[in-house]
Antibody
Framework: QVHLVQSGAEVKNPGASLKVSCKAS????????IHWVRQAPGQGLEWVGW????????RYAEKFQGRVTMTRDTSTKTAYMELSRLRSDDTAVYYCARSHVVVTLDVWGQGTLVTVSS | DIQMTQSPSSLSASVGDRVTITCQAS??????LNWYQQKPGTAPKLLIYDASNLETGVPSRFSGSGSGTDFTFTISSLQPEDIGTYYCQEYDKSPFTFGPGTKVDLK
């Protein structure tokens, strides 16, 4: 079975950095992009960016450029999203999801709740 | 960025009703549109891709149509397990915007 399993909930202070992990199983990790999508409390879905597990290449939404870094470790089939200079409006559930060539997200992780508060 | 709108923002319907949701893109996106279902406290689930293709394992009561700027999502006979929020998403251009969602509940 195909699964994406994310790391646990985090509480961070404003200005801090965050690193969330997403471990893949049940498929060839290198064959699918890993995307990160976030959802603020009671709000809709917002695409953050993707990492290509094969090449390590990345693409980020312009809104997050300069604050986000997406990486992967092919030996452990794990993707990571790091977000720096956290603000209170970064409080959200962060999901990882996979896609093949186009951005059709067919498998999702369970989500990681990130709370930014002093 | 491409803007996505959905209507209605919420609806109440009875079991067995036909439910229709529309999604409009601010510019033409061909058929580069997906539909997702999200139940409270869970991750979204892909239902329809390429505007009209049913994802494997998704019941046939769900369907999608449209191209260009105007799209429709239909539940032919609403079931209790269909309660949740439905999102369209364009994948023509970054940042691959999602619509604001349509919340469906039972009357």
């Amino acid at each position: 079975q195909v699964h994406l399993v994310q790391s646990g909930a985090e509480v961070k202070n404003p200005g801090a950095s965050l690193k969330v992990s997403c471990k893949a199983s049940g498929y060839s990790f290198s064959d699918y992009y890993i995307h990160w999508v976030r959802q603020a409390p009671g709000q809709g879905l917002e695409w953050v960016g993707w990492v290509n597990p094969d090449s390590g290449g990345t693409r980020y939404a312009e809104k997050f450029q300069g604050r986000v870094t997406m990486t992967r470790d092919t030996s452990t089939k794990t993707a990571y999203m790091e977000l720096s200079r956290l603000r209170s409006d970064d409080t959200a559930v962060y999901y990882c999801a996979r896609s093949h060539v186009v951005v059709t997200l067919d498998v999702w992780g369970q989500g990681t709740l990130v709370t930014v508060s002093s | 960025d491409i803007q996505m709108t959905q209507s209605p923002s919420s609806l109440s319907a009875s079991v067995g009703d036909r439910v229709t949701i529309t999604c409009q893109a601010s510019q033409g996106i061909s058929n580069y549109l997906n539909w997702y279902q999200q139940k409270p406290g869970t991750a979204p689930k892909l239902l329809i891709y390429d505007a009209s293709n049913l994802e494997t394992g998704v019941p046939s009561r769900f369907s999608g149509s449209g191209s260009g700027t105007d799209f429709t999502f239909t539940i032919s006979s609403l079931q209790p397990e269909d309660i949740g929020t439905y999102y369209c998403q364009e994948y023509d251009k970054s940042p691959f915007t999602f619509g604001p969602g349509t919340k469906v509940d039972l009357k």
